[in-house]
């Protein structure tokens, strides 16, 4: 995976230089009305593509950390509900053990009323 990973990066890459090889003439690139410069296109590709690469890598990121969280809530959840299992399980054995006292009492009275 990580060599497909690579392969795509490279070709990206190799494919941006040769287009920025082949057009260097100069556009007047607008960043606000009154703000207007006059820049190379393959400078510009090469900044465009960067800001969008960065902006893709931020958005993973936030994703990445909100999966995070989320998987973190759930597993509180999860030792939440297990540890309410376990109380749960001690609970109905100290009430077999009860209900198996108050059998024995009642077999014993049975027998010595008889």
């Known amino acids: 995976?990580?060599?497909?990973?690579?392969?795509?990066?490279?070709?990206?890459?190799?494919?941006?230089?040769?287009?920025?090889?082949?057009?260097?003439q100069e556009i007047a690139l607008k960043i606000l009305p009154e703000l207007e410069i006059q820049v190379s296109l393959a400078v510009a590709l090469i900044v465009s593509m960067g800001l969008g690469a960065i902006l893709s890598g931020l958005y993973l990121t936030w994703i990445k950390v909100r999966n995070y969280f989320q998987f973190w809530g759930k597993t509180r959840q999860i030792k939440s509900r297990e540890k309410q299992i376990q109380q749960l399980k001690e609970d109905i054995e100290s009430r077999q053990a009860e209900l198996e006292l108050l059998r024995q009492e009642k077999t014993i009275s049975e027998s010595e009323a008889s």
């Open 1 to 24: 995976m990580i060599i497909f990973d690579f392969l795509i990066i490279f070709l990206t890459c190799l494919a941006l230089a040769l287009f920025s090889l082949q057009n260097t």
